[in-house]
């Protein structure tokens, strides 16, 4: 197992489960792509680039991040307000797991049903 020698099967599948957990909600993970990279970005600009999403919705999801230390939230003492999100470093870190998670969705073998034509 390398460096997570240290696991059961049961710890390993626990820890993976709860990692799962936070990233669980329709637009976490769109929300997650939109700051990777260092962007820093105002609750409009994300409102804007994630048009599907409400309001409601994004401010959930955005509170569930920051809880649990994926976004930091940084209020600039202004009028208006000016609020913006970005990743924490451990958010940040999360990228080339999400990355390694899409190229592995990519690489799916197809499975002989998708493979044969329909019969109609």
């Known amino acids: 197992m390398g460096r997570h020698d240290h696991h059961t099967p049961l710890t390993a599948a626990s820890g993976i489960e709860c990692a799962i957990q936070m990233l669980e ?5 769109v929300i997650l792509f939109h700051l990777f990279g260092g962007n820093k970005l ?3 600009d994300l409102e804007r680039a994630i048009p599907a999403i409400s309001q409601k919705m994004l401010i ?9 230390g ?3 939230r940084i209020v600039h003492a202004q009028v208006p307000p000016k609020v913006e999100y970005h990743l924490t470093d ?3 870190s999360l990228c080339p797991a999400l990355d390694e ?3 592995w969705a ?4 197809m499975l ?3 493979e044969e034509p329909s019969k109609a």
């Open 106 to 109: 990519e690489r799916r073998p």
């Open 70 to 72: 994926i976004v930091a």
């Open 60 to 68: 959930q999801q955005l509170r569930q991040l920051e809880q649990d």
């Open 42 to 44: 105002r609750f409009s």
């Open 90 to 92: 451990w958010g940040q």
């Open 25 to 29: 909600g329709r637009w976490k993970r």
């Open 101 to 103: 998670l899409l190229a």
């Open 112 to 114: 002989k049903r998708e």
